[in-house]
């Protein structure tokens, strides 16, 4: 129940001000990010990086920027909500908000129970496991939603 990612690149006057990420799934390193420019005219020798792309070489004016995380930062641009402003899709249309989490965490069970209750069988190790599964992840969703920092290893 993760969220789709989202990244804003803020520039001013053609520079790169700020790499900001949204809802970067926690299990995960963050991305290494390099700000490549092909305009060279004015560089000094060594503000240029050589390398290939193919067997053709290239020269630029290149530097690592360490990503900004948006749920970190007290006034940052939202990427979602820029995306939501310029009508692209902002998300792959999962809950955001914690009712509509705690929603679909509740009707999860209800289901499941249901399914038990309709094949006459009792619970399975699989049917507890599946059962977990459903309420931990939708509770730490929940939780992320209330804005809880945990990482929480999933």
């Not at 979602?80 to 809950?95: C, R």
């Not at 069988?121 to 804005?147: E, F, M, V």
Request: overall charge negative; some cysteine.
């Amino acid at each position: 129940m993760s969220r789709t990612p989202s990244i804003a690149v803020v520039l001013e006057g053609g520079l790169v001000q700020a790499f900001i990420i949204q809802d970067w799934p926690i299990p995960f390193a963050l991305p290494r990010v390099v700000i490549v420019d092909y305009d060279t005219d004015d560089a000094n020798d060594d503000e240029l990086t050589r390398f290939s792309i193919g067997n053709a070489p290239a020269e630029a004016i290149c530097r690592g920027e360490t990503p900004l995380v948006y749920e970190t930062q007290d006034e940052a641009l939202s990427p979602k909500t820029v995306l939501a402003a310029i009508g692209e899709p902002a998300d792959n249309g999962e809950p955001t908000s914690p009712l509509e989490i705690a929603r679909k965490v509740r009707r999860s069970i209800l289901d499941l129970d249901a399914r038990l209750d309709r094949l006459e069988q009792s619970p399975t190790g699989d049917d507890y496991n599946h059962l977990y599964q459903l309420a931990n992840g939708g509770l730490i969703d929940l939780l992320k939603a209330l804005g809880d920092p945990t990482d929480f290893g999933d």
